[in-house]
């Protein structure tokens, strides 16, 4: 027997059960197309740090927890850090030092959700934003109090114009001066005001969240944090450290999601063991008569796994189109709510599902091409 008839005769003894080789192709695609979503939302979200970082923070922040310990945006530190960081700036090559004060406003509704970032009027948002541009209004300046610039998407999302009055809580509220041009990051989902109107917002007077630093020379960025954590006993990071966190988290999250995936993806090997199974009982005679014709045991184990790789490959296809489809619906939504991309099919993504597919395959397959291979001829035959 040639390896061509071996794909040819798979072929057949799959389309000869068309209902049930469709039925157990679709559990595979379910079940691909479910991980593939699940994890691209793991490389959406990696990507987008990875373009967005240079733009959106400071070479080195100083906080009273760092990520390691994992960084909250509480304003627990004493605002106090930032003349103390100041008296070593000159030693250590630091060209700005900015106090931030950070709040998220939760809401059931995503879509009402938005980050309250605080910084000095005086400084303006640049001074940790560089890649922000107003498209309404003007952006903050010295004296500014009460006031918010807000991103393009957050203003989409709430419903805000130039003028527009933003509650903080029942006894605080800043009026809409200016509204950012869209960038398609993450800052278009915040909201930035003066430090002092959010310090009494959150009735944190003479405390920040962090204290983020620009330097001369970014390179130097990791001998800066390790000499500001020695001599202020405070965590400072850097951004590869905001990376190592998060890619940490990531992975963390991605193994949930996969091992939610797993489930689906055991009840599919369970389909096509059955379906296989279920064919090497009804062609116990085809299969009596390739080992009287000169088929050897290993021909016959052969073709039952390449029909069970045959139906893992097909529905792994299946599984990634139907995982782009998801990836499309996942990302119409985050580009409405947040205006960035969350979910993302990569290269090495499409690799892993169609490895997981082909290996569930295999492994589905062992033993009822054990179990076919083991036939001897004259029991075969004689069935009825």
Do not use: C, H
């Amino acid at each position: 027997m040639q390896r061509r008839d071996l794909w040819i005769l798979a072929r057949r003894g799959l389309t000869r059960r068309p209902i049930r080789t469709l039925l157990t192709t679709l559990g595979i695609v379910v079940a691909v197309a479910s991980m593939v979503i699940f994890l691209s939302l793991g490389e959406g979200i990696r990507k987008v740090f990875n373009d967005e970082l240079g733009g959106i923070g400071p070479d080195v922040q100083v906080s009273l927890s760092g990520f390691t310990q994992g960084f909250a945006p509480q304003p627990n530190l004493p605002q106090s850090t930032v003349g103390d960081i100041e008296k070593l700036a000159p030693g250590l090559g630091i060209t700005r030092v900015t106090p931030v004060i950070m709040s998220v406003r939760g809401s059931l509704d995503p879509s009402q959700s938005a980050v309250l970032y605080g910084l000095p009027a005086e400084q303006g948002i640049n001074a940790v934003f560089s890649n922000v541009a107003i498209a309404q209004g003007r952006l903050l300046k010295a004296g500014d109090s009460g006031v918010a610039v807000v991103g393009a998407k957050a203003a989409t999302n709430l419903k805000l114009g130039l003028g527009s009055t933003l509650r903080l809580n029942r006894r605080s509220a800043v009026k809409v001066m200016g509204i950012l041009a869209k960038s398609g990051g993450l800052n278009d989902s915040f909201i930035f005001m003066p430090l002092i109107t959010m310090q009494a917002a959150e009735g944190a007077q003479n405390r920040v969240s962090m204290v983020a630093i620009k330097l001369d020379d970014p390179k130097q960025a990791r001998a800066v944090a390790d000499q500001l954590s020695k001599s202020l006993n405070l965590e400072a990071q850097t951004q590869g450290d905001f990376l190592s966190f998060a890619d940490r988290a990531l992975k963390i999250s991605d193994a949930v999601r996969f091992g939610i995936s797993l489930i689906s993806l055991i009840v599919g090997g369970l389909a096509v063991t059955n379906t296989v199974m279920m064919g090497v009982f009804e062609r116990t005679r085809e299969f009596g008569t390739l080992r009287a014709i000169g088929a050897r045991p290993g021909f016959v184990r052969e073709l039952v796994l390449t029909e069970s790789l045959l139906l893992s490959l097909v529905g792994g296809v299946g599984g990634l189109l139907l995982g782009l489809v998801g990836i499309w619906g996942v990302n119409l939504y985050t580009q409405n709510l947040a205006g960035f991309d969350a979910a993302a099919l990569t290269p090495r993504l499409t690799l892993l599902a169609l490895f997981i597919s082909l290996l569930l395959g295999l492994i589905a397959g062992l033993l009822p091409a054990r179990s076919a291979s083991r036939l001897s001829i004259n029991e075969a035959l004689g069935r009825v």
